[in-house]
């Protein structure tokens, strides 16, 4: 396909993407997918990665995501409807079904470069002062709490376990965000993400000093 066609399918992508997440509440609204598109396409560029495939697996990442739409299948369908060579969405289809986290102690290798920028991508809009803004976002469309003392967090083992977990939302930092800084697969995601997860660490010792009554 030539480079009038590409620019065709992402801006119909695009398009399609801007409706369909435009009000959401949970912290995966369309800002959400137009930042990891250009997390992504700044990462692709430094790691010399297929940029269309990251453009469209960054914009497609979250549409069957477990947690917004379990068992969906549209952005196989999505990628038929725009006829995508058959080896490209089939690239896109694997980043869109393995970028998720799994729980503490899943592993979620990506088997391609392009898939470990767009999951390096969508992680380092999980972390840092957005990471944060957007968890208690999720807390709440879930009527979690915000925290309780009494419930401890849990390293999950399974995938399973982990979609079963209704814990309040501080404990999402110690099972999921403060462990991303050591899954990034990028050398220019790692060096990103370390500021935002001092970004992070900050913000819980502020936390706990004002729930304690200590300033
Ligand atoms: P991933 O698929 O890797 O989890 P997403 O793009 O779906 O990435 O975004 C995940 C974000 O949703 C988290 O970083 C967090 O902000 C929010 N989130 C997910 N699960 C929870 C939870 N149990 N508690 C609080 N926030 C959550
Ligand atoms: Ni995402």
Redo the contacts with the bound molecule.
């Keep these: 396909m030539n480079s009038h066609g590409k620019a065709q399918i992402i801006k119909q992508t695009e398009d399609f993407i801007q409706q369909r997440f435009a009000g959401d509440g949970?912290?995966?609204d369309w800002w959400?997918i137009h930042r990891v598109r250009n997390l992504a396409l700044e990462l692709a560029k430094r790691e010399q990665a297929d940029a269309f495939i990251v453009e469209m697996a960054a914009l497609l990442?979250?549409l069957d995501?477990w947690?917004l739409n379990p068992d969906s299948n549209q952005v196989e369908k999505w990628l038929r409807k725009l006829s995508v060579a058959e080896n490209e969405a089939n690239h896109i289809l694997d980043i869109t079904r393995n970028?998720?986290?799994k729980g503490a102690g899943v592993p979620t290798p990506m088997s391609t470069i392009e898939g470990k920028v767009v999951q390096d991508a969508?992680?380092l809009?999980?972390i840092g002062a957005i990471?944060i803004a957007?968890?208690f976002a999720?807390?709440g469309s879930r009527d979690?709490l915000i925290y309780h003392p009494d419930a401890t967090p849990e390293m999950h083992q399974s995938f399973e376990s982990y979609q079963q977990?209704q814990?309040h939302?501080i404990n999402?930092f110690y099972e999921?965000?403060l462990l991303l800084k050591d899954r990034m697969q990028t050398r220019a995601g790692y060096e990103m993400a370390l500021h935002r997860h001092t970004v992070m660490e900050n913000f819980l010792d502020e936390f706990f000093n004002e729930w304690d009554g200590k300033n």
Excluded: Q
């Design positions: 949970s912290g995966h959400h990442h979250d995501d947690k970028v998720s986290f969508d992680r809009d999980a990471g957007r968890t999720f807390g979690r977990n814990s939302t999402h999921k965000l």
